[in-house]
């Protein structure tokens, strides 16, 4: 995934960027194939983008809590696509799909590839706990597969890979808690 700083202000000129009033809470930017991406901050320094389709439910990042208040931004908009704009950076979607990090001078620090529905979005370190396993433990190359493996089989809700474990990925639903679990991933 990318993320951006101020959001091409040097390439695409002041008068593309189109700030709304401040807010503090999440932006919700759709995307050319369906779904959402969810944009806020977390803490007084980092964004947070959360990937939102009708037919996963979205990852929250429950273990990233800072004590500091979230950082505020504005809601920011041109020709080129949607997003936030903070102190420290700005992070938007664009019309093509495309997530685009950009730091507090408006450079481009990076940028994803086109977000799609089928799009895996996983947390790192963490295996499901409980929950009722799909279908026996696959050995796959990595936590892609794994995903587009739950993606194809009927009643997967959530997944799990470990590279260390013969590659093992494990597919289930109503999982409920997590943990830490390092270099596996896991997600919906």
Not at 66 to 94: H, N, S
Request: hydrophobic share 45%; net charge positive; glycine share 12%.
């Amino acid at each position: 995934l990318v993320f951006l700083g101020h959001i091409l202000v040097g390439l695409l000129g002041a008068r593309a960027l189109d700030a709304e009033a401040r807010v503090s809470n999440e932006v919700f930017v759709p995307l050319p194939l369906g779904g959402h991406v969810g944009l806020s901050t977390r803490g007084p320094s980092a964004f947070r983008m959360r990937l939102l389709f009708e037919q996963r439910l979205p990852i929250d990042t429950v273990f990233v809590a800072p004590e500091e208040a979230d950082a505020t931004f504005d809601k920011v908009a041109g020709a080129w696509g949607q997003g936030i704009r903070t102190a420290f950076g700005t992070l938007a979607v664009t019309y093509k799909g495309t997530l685009v990090l950009m730091g507090h001078d408006g450079n481009i620090l990076t940028e994803s590839h086109p977000i799609i529905p089928g799009s895996c979005a996983g947390v790192p370190n963490m295996w499901p706990s409980g929950g009722k396993s799909v279908g026996a433990k696959l050995a796959v190359s990595d936590a892609g597969a794994c995903c587009a493996a739950c993606s194809g089989t009927s009643g997967c809700v959530n997944w799990a890979f470990h590279p260390a474990r013969d590659a093992s990925c494990w597919l289930g639903r109503n999982v409920k808690n997590w943990t830490w679990s390092w270099r596996s991933v896991t997600g919906r």
